[in-house]
T-cell receptor, first 117, second 109 residues
């Protein structure tokens, strides 16, 4: 079974520029997550989709971050404009079931490492 | 106060040592407790999970949760250089998964 795919793996941009990340979850997984992992910290949830609807975006800085999941499969996360503090690894994860509880194990992609100069 | 606290280390041990990794949490609503392993430039991968209090063993790894003290532990026996990674504790309630900062572990051969 193929894992969660993310691209690009690395991105360097200037502050105030825009950037987009792409995620392809494991086939058939209903739930998709975007996390931000700043160096030396654990992943922090930005947004969770269930099929193509948003379940939780309470920690997404909506003035500059946006995300969509078209047709309940692939997803893109965009930052516009980027700030220095957005430098981090952006992780995408997916899980197979909609219901809560630990049957809903999350599988992570390798992440996109963003550097904002 | 962070919901899940974890000492970032780094922790350096010789090969064959017993490793103890620990976290504390503040939210009594957490029901599931997990340990993820993250190798450099990779995403986290689930190592073990426990539900509520108790112990769980899987090979060289033992996870322990004490809900009365809000304490989460992972023990690694006979540690190997391949165990060198960042270990993240995490806690779950509902759909919310909260991670600790991660502890960097180095096992020297």
């Amino acid at each position: 079974e193929a894992g969660v795919a993310q691209s690009p793996r690395y991105k360097i941009i200037e502050k105030r520029q825009s950037v987009a990340f792409w995620c392809n979850p494991i086939s058939g997984h209903a739930t998709l997550y975007w996390y931000q992992q700043i160096l030396g910290q654990g992943p922090k949830l930005l947004i969770q989709f269930q099929n193509n609807g948003v379940v939780d975006d309470s920690q997404l800085p909506k003035d500059r971050f946006s995300a969509e999941r078209l047709k309940g499969v692939d997803s893109t996360l965009k930052i516009q404009p980027a700030k220095l503090e957005d430098s981090a690894v952006y992780l995408c994860a997916s899980s197979p079931r909609i219901r809560t509880g630990f049957n809903n194990e999350q599988f992570f992609g390798p992440g996109t490492r963003l550097t904002v100069l | 106060q962070k919901e899940v606290e974890q000492d970032p280390g780094p922790l350096s041990v010789p090969e064959g040592a017993i490793v103890s990794l620990n976290c504390t949490y503040s939210n009594s609503a957490f029901q599931y407790f997990m340990w993820y392993r993250q190798y450099s430039r990779k995403g986290p991968e689930l190592l073990m999970y426990t539900y509520s209090s108790g112990n769980k063993e899987d090979g060289r790894f033992t996870a322990q949760v004490d809900k009365s003290s809000k304490y989460i532990s992972l023990f690694i026996r006979d540690s190997q250089p391949s165990d060198s990674a960042t270990y993240l504790c995490a806690a779950l309630y509902g759909n919310k998964l909260v991670f600790g900062a991660g502890t960097i572990l180095r096992v020297k051969s």
